[in-house]
């Protein structure tokens, strides 16, 4: 389970509207994010390989994170970051399908290991939303779990559509929908920095 307290440090070190009408039906997203009665447009999306991973002691998925933010190029600071974090059973990519969360918070990883030996879910994914706009992020007061959904993930690398309904932590909904062409991110050689191929 080490490896689950190390995802929420990538996406990190990475990244230092308009509201709709109430009428009964409402148009579907595009590029954009819906949360709190806003609706944000979605600039880029940022994908990297996690690789095997284990939940327990054997490695039965693949991992995969997805980032979905308002910036337009990776020099740009966001104002909202959706990270998602992807497992698919199987050591190879690709990871796509439906991803449901994988609640695991108080579980043995064993039980969770089984649970979730031959499912598609998600774990430690959320919403980082500049509140007092003062263009930083804060991942301690400005950041919000999902606790709840569903994720869909179709295409072949590097195009992809990411389409999200999950509930977060502070028990209100989130939509997201994102088609396009998602730049990859890699780690330094010394494992401490990710960089694009379009920074």
Known sequence: MACLRLLPLFFFSLFLASCHDDDEEVAPL???????SRTYDLGMGLTYDFGPFALHSEKTHYAQGIL?????????????????????????????????????????????????????????????LDLNKDQELDPDQEYFEIRNGSITLSGTAPDYTVNCNVILETGKPLKAQFKGTFIPITVSSSGDDLTSSRS
């Open 30 to 36: 595009s590029n954009q994010l819906e949360y709190d």
């Open 68 to 128: 979905l933010t308002d910036a337009k190029s990776v020099n740009q600071k966001p104002n909202i970051v959706l990270r998602l974090y992807l497992f698919n059973p199987g050591t190879n990519v690709p990871v796509t399908g439906t991803f449901e969360f994988g609640d695991v918070k108080n579980m043995p990883s064993d039980r969770a290991a089984a649970k979730y030996r031959w499912k598609n879910f998600f774990l430690n994914s959320g919403l980082l």
